[in-house]
């Protein structure tokens, strides 16, 4: 009923940019917040960065400074991205994008992405 569907991942090498994006579409009264998570081999998910529809930013302090998050909420295709410069080996990871959202007016559930891979490496 409602996908989240993320692209741009890819391989760079350490100290270049990557851009993800993220579409979400479906059953979407209003969106609440969206974010980006990564998962590394081995280690939990952890928030990358998240957005509220208010346009409100939260960072991981990895990121913060290389990483900008923006989302556009304005049309029935809800468009979130991450800008990610100054990429170290580090950020490798899968990234996914979650959603946080009102199915009506009173419902707010979440979604997950598949995930992109991101792979830093000389």
């Known amino acids: 009923q409602v996908q989240l569907v993320e692209s741009g991942g890819g391989l760079v090498q350490p100290g270049g940019s990557l851009r993800l994006s993220c579409i979400a579409s479906g059953n979407i009264f209003s969106i609440n917040a969206m974010g980006w998570y990564r998962q590394a081999p081995g280690k939990q998910r952890e928030l990358v960065a998240a957005i509220t529809s208010g346009g409100v930013t939260n960072y991981a302090d990895s990121v913060k400074g290389r990483f900008t998050i923006s989302g556009e909420y304005a049309n029935a295709r809800r468009t979130m991205y991450l800008q990610m410069n100054s990429l170290k080996p580090e950020d490798t990871a899968v990234y996914y994008c979650?959603?946080?959202?009102?199915?009506?007016?009173?419902?707010?559930?979440?979604?997950w992405g598949q995930g992109t891979q991101v792979t830093v490496s000389s």
């Open positions: 979650h959603a946080d959202y009102y199915s009506d007016s009173y419902t707010i559930t979440s979604s």
